[in-house]
């Protein structure tokens, strides 16, 4: 790798630890505060003890340490395109959305979805960037862009010696910009005069109205006629009005309104056939008096909805009523939205179309929100920018200021209309060993040799082609191997030497290596776990912020087991009376069946001294009433707190798990499980292994800062 030059010098004893095989320690721009020890390793294999309870002898950690803060970093108000064609303040960004990032194609740009595996908050010196169309950005000078030549950090680093690539006058960023006065793109409530509005474009565009009196052909007798139809293949927009007409006191029922055939969607519709429900419906699509802003907002959001498009490079609504099509331009006027009307056509059909390219488009969605989705993402189309994005500015806001950064699958996302770098996939960074202090999270061991030495140790006579795990201590994904990128030497050299592994990961650093992994599973034994004990998104935060939701890891299963390979879940830790209930055990073991997990092992929260005393104490703020009982669960013999659950509470909980993992057909088969795989003899869940005495991540909380269970 190529670090700028960033070797500490020797008389920097701050950053030097005294440890055997250092090579160089080094700091980057790029992991702003972290020291990274480079050390040339003597061993790869390490043996686990015989007195260890774990089902295996051998694993390899390439790295010790982790890493809790990335240099990346935006303003919290930073617009984020999401995969749905909306934006949403990055600030709201949680793990497990999905936005729109990039892929490189050959020698096009593409957008694509992607997920987010981590989100999180820092504070760094502010540099405010100012485009020419008027987008400006404000982000830490560490950030990267996308350019008409490569990516490029925001500014250079003052205590650098050696350049950097950085932002300069007239460098062109990529992308389609969002112009100036970012505080007008803000969503639109859903007001009384925004629902009014889009009921009127989207009735006037797409509803039917009917009150009429016709004349009985067998009698001769007159009968009326009172409808209100709207039907539509997009539910979404269905579904809008529906509530938006339900607050306005009309009830509206749905059923099938036409059925799918080779050339033509299939249909619901929401009807009424009541006067009061069509005399009501008449009110509120009335013409105002005044074109408010809201309901100019909600009628272009119906519109569209409605009789709008966008295919191509084009955004346009078409309409024959010239009622329609002049509150169509007044409404487009009042929002400052540029538009051209286009000639009549044969068919007498009038278009008006959106002028000024994506940055106009995403305005336009931005300020109406309208609900179809399909007719508002960018996914599949090629980026081409057609706005003046030459940067005309990079000031130095001379401050800190709060800032937010997001990890994604492509390694980028569109932030304010451009392309925007985020860190390397940031794992979580909950370990085992607990004894490296306060320095574990800035300080990183980086055994850089570590698939070489493997390589040798595998190929010796007497090496007997044991089973290694690794991810038994150390995360082998976390963030440093994006830059590292050693796991795919290391994986090469266990599967060339016919030795067999298992990998225990977090997050989707994993997904880059699938192939190779699979490519290894047909010559020797692969084997994959992911930890997840809990699907209650707001508890999973309270008890680890920071770390990839349960949508973000049961994403990373699905892409495993996708990809053909066998994936099992540690559910650990359980924690008492949080996430041990029925309810929740059935709930976390149906969403693994949902994504194809294979097997399920569950084990009890596991507390040593000084997690213990941190952990006590978040439950006394949280959870009080808790309190008593884990100290009567985890009281020692001597009266004292043990690091064990009791063994009452144990057997309790295997039980309740195993009837889960029953009714949702977690079952042994005939194949060799990844239990088996690890160790015939002691299998997870078998009594010769107890979960709550192991040593595996996910059974411990760290003593310092967060509740950390995985």
Not at 207 to 233: E, Q, W
Not at 577 to 588: E, I
Not at 609 to 623: S, V
Request: net charge positive; glycine share 8%.
């Amino acid at each position: 790798m190529r670090w700028q030059g960033q070797k500490i010098a020797d008389d920097d004893g701050a950053a030097l630890l005294p440890m055997k095989g250092l090579v160089r320690s080094v700091r980057t721009p790029d992991f702003e505060g972290v020291t990274f020890h480079e050390v040339a390793a003597k061993s790869a294999l390490n043996r686990v003890p015989e007195q260890s309870n774990m089902p295996f002898r051998w694993t390899v950690n390439p790295t010790r340490g982790c890493l809790h803060r990335c240099v990346y970093c935006l303003s919290p108000e930073t617009l984020v395109l999401m995969a749905d064609g909306r934006h949403k303040p990055i600030a709201e960004i949680k793990v497990g959305d999905r936005i729109v990032g990039t892929e490189l194609r050959g020698r096009y740009r593409y957008f694509v979805a992607t997920d987010v595996s981590a989100a999180w908050r820092t504070r760094k010196r502010a540099q405010r960037i100012t485009l020419a169309d008027g987008t400006e950005l404000v982000a830490s000078r560490d950030h990267r862009f996308l350019t008409e030549r490569g990516w490029k950090f925001v500014a250079q680093e003052p205590a650098v010696a050696s350049q950097r690539p950085h932002l300069t006058v007239n460098n062109k960023l990529m992308g389609f910009g969002l112009g100036g006065a970012l505080a007008g793109y803000m969503p639109p409530q859903q007001s009384l005069e925004y629902r009014r509005g889009y009921l009127g474009g989207m009735i006037r565009g797409d509803g039917m109205l009917v009150d009429r009196t016709y004349t009985r052909k067998s009698t001769g007798k007159p009968y009326r006629v009172t409808i209100f139809r709207l039907a539509l293949a997009d539910s979404e927009a269905l579904i809008r009005s529906h509530e938006f007409l339900a607050a306005e006191g009309v009830s509206t029922t749905f059923r099938p309104f036409t059925t799918q055939t080779e050339k033509r969607a299939a249909m619901t519709g929401i009807f009424t056939a009541t006067r009061d429900g069509y005399q009501r419906i008449k009110e509120v699509i009335r013409w105002p008096e005044t074109l408010s802003e809201d309901w100019c907002k909600g009628f272009l959001s119906g519109i569209f909805d409605a009789e709008g498009s966008l295919s191509g490079s084009a955004l346009r609504v078409s309409n024959k009523d010239d009622e329609i099509l002049w509150h169509l331009e007044s409404a487009l006027g009042v929002l400052g939205i540029p538009f051209i009307r286009e000639p009549v056509a044969p068919n007498g059909v009038t278009t008006i179309r959106i002028t000024g390219g994506r940055a106009s488009y995403r305005r336009f969605f931005q300020l109406t929100d309208p609900a179809i989705t399909r007719k508002l993402t960018l996914l599949g189309k090629a980026v081409k920018t057609f706005s003046d994005l030459r940067v005309q500015s990079v000031e130095d806001l001379g401050s800190d200021q709060d800032m937010v950064d997001i990890t994604t699958g492509t390694g980028d996302f569109i932030a304010n209309g451009v392309i925007s770098h985020n860190c390397f996939a940031r794992k979580t960074h909950e370990y085992l060993d607990l004894d490296s202090g306060k320095d574990f999270d800035t300080q990183i061991v980086v055994k850089t040799n570590i698939a070489e030495v493997l390589r040798a140790e595998v190929n010796k006579p007497s090496w007997k082609r044991e089973h290694v795990a690794l991810g038994t201590n150390t995360d082998p994904y976390q963030r440093a191997e994006g830059r590292y990128q050693l796991m795919p030497g290391i994986i090469r050299a266990l599967a060339e030497s016919g030795t067999p592994f298992s990998i225990l990961t977090k997050g989707p650093l994993l997904k880059r290596d699938l192939p190779l992994l699979v490519e290894a599973a047909q010559h020797v034994p692969v084997s994959v776990a992911v930890s997840l004990a809990m699907t209650d998104p707001q508890l999973q935060q309270k008890v680890e912020p920071g770390t990839p939701d349960p949508r973000a890891r049961l994403n990373l299963i699905k892409a495993i087991t996708d990809a053909g390979l066998e994936c099992n879940v540690l559910a650990m830790p359980i924690l008492p009376w949080l996430t041990d209930s029925t309810a929740a055990l059935d709930q976390l073991h149906s969403s693994l069946a949902e994504v194809g997990a294979n097997w399920v092992s569950t084990g009890a929260l596991h507390l040593r001294p000084g997690a213990r005393e941190w952990f006590m104490q978040w439950l006394a703020a949280e959870y009080p009433e808790l309190v008593p009982k884990y100290r009567r669960i985890y009281r020692s013999a001597k009266g004292g707190f043990s690091t064990y659950v009791s063994s009452e509470y144990r057997q309790w909980l295997g039980k309740r798990a195993a009837e889960a993992r029953r009714r949702h057909g977690f079952e042994r088969h005939s194949d060799v499980t990844w239990r088996e795989r690890v160790s015939p003899e002691k299998p997870l869940d078998s009594p010769a292994w107890d979960a709550s005495q192991s040593e595996l991540p996910g059974l411990e909380l760290t003593p310092t800062g967060q509740p950390a269970l995985f």
